[in-house]
């Protein structure tokens, strides 16, 4: 042998790009009405009742019914005619 030592590299590790497509949640494209709405149950408190009659005024398709969409008492007052 002629005392030749192999040359021993790191592997060059390139990162990863960014992925095109911008990331969403499936469970919430492909979950049934009823599990959106525990979800949503499950995420408030009580200090949150405004964004909970708006969210679940969404999940139920009554936001577009009313006039106001962004005011819980326009959809209570809806679901209680």
Not at 1 to 12: H, S
Not at 21 to 49: H, I, M
Request: proline fraction near 6%.
């Amino acid at each position: 042998m002629l005392g030749l030592v192999p040359a021993v590299f790191p592997p060059i590790l390139r990162e990863l790009p960014t992925p095109s497509l911008e990331l969403f949640d499936l469970d919430e494209e492909f979950a049934s009405e009823k599990v959106r709405l525990a979800q949503v149950t499950n995420k408030c408190n009580n200090d949150q009742l405004d964004f909970f009659v708006k969210e679940c005024g969404d999940i139920l398709g009554l936001s577009d019914k009313v006039r106001n969409k962004n005011d819980a008492k326009s959809i209570i007052s809806y679901v209680l005619e």
